[in-house]
């Protein structure tokens, strides 16, 4: 359970701008999201224990956009952030079970934005009968782009790799909501990359990321409110001790 967590419901009166600026302006969408999700309580501030068993002083859970509009305005950041980085794409795939609401979702946000490209998504188990396989959607073809929330040890990621690349098609990229932007491994040998970075050296594919840990701190350090900057030094060090280099 968090300590001293701040409480999403207060974010409207906290001083963070709501989220109803537009989207298309390349120098916002960034904290605009950091500022939306803090809203939605998705991004929270305390402390917790991360499944690699250190303490941070925020916590982001994406399976907390569980209502309509909120997974609507999401699809719009990724698909913003999509369309920013350049990123040359046929198609889009989400891996199951996360990615299957974010793609589906994304797919809409796009062809709102002109870009009607197909989508599929995967069976955790192949169906026997049927249509059968393990694919639901599109075929997969040309330069697919994976869609998830976050990459911690990279398996989804590599899964989908594998299953794009059985399928004659090519990983194009992977759209991901927050790249927390820490190094891997035990705290007395730590990696110099990311798990992000992992992934790209390894597949050969950018990581495309809606917001980062940067954003994060961009935001707190540009927050005047007294609950947000207590949060501020204990997000520092721990970027200290655990970002990248």
Do not use: W
Not at 17 to 23: E, G, K, V
Not at 67 to 75: H, I, S
Not at 136 to 156: K, M, N
Not at 231 to 238: D, F, G, I, K, M
Request: charged share 20%; glycine share 8%; hydrophobic share 40%.
């Amino acid at each position: 359970m968090p300590q001293n967590s701040i409480d999403p419901s207060r974010a409207a009166e906290s001083g963070l701008p709501q989220t109803n600026a537009s989207l298309d302006d390349p120098g916002r969408f960034r904290t605009d999201f950091v500022r939306f999700a803090t809203e939605q309580g998705v991004l929270r501030f305390g402390t917790f224990t991360t499944k690699a068993g250190r303490l941070s002083p925020y916590f982001f859970n994406a399976g907390l956009f569980n209502k309509g509009a909120a997974v609507g305005q999401l699809a719009e950041f990724y698909a913003q952030a999509l369309l920013a980085s350049g990123v040359e794409f046929d198609m889009l795939y989400g891996p199951a079970y996360k990615g299957i609401p974010l793609v589906t979702a994304t797919a809409i946000a796009l062809a709102a934005r002109g870009r009607d490209v197909p989508f599929a998504f995967n069976r955790k188990e192949a169906k026997d009968h049927g249509e059968g396989g393990s694919l639901v959607g599109a075929p997969l073809t040309g330069r697919v782009v994976i869609i998830d929330d976050v990459i911690s040890a990279g398996t989804s990621v590599r899964e989908s790799v594998k299953l794009i690349q059985a399928s004659k098609a090519t990983p194009a990229a992977v759209l991901i909501a927050l790249d927390r932007m820490e190094r891997v491994g035990a705290d007395d040998e730590l990696s110099k990359h990311s798990a992000v970075q992992d992934v790209e050296h390894t597949h050969g594919c950018p990581v495309v990321s809606i917001a980062s840990l940067d954003d994060i701190l961009d935001v707190i350090q540009n927050t005047h409110d007294g609950e947000f900057e207590q949060h501020r030094e204990a997000v520092l060090s721990y970027r200290a001790k655990y970002g990248v280099l």
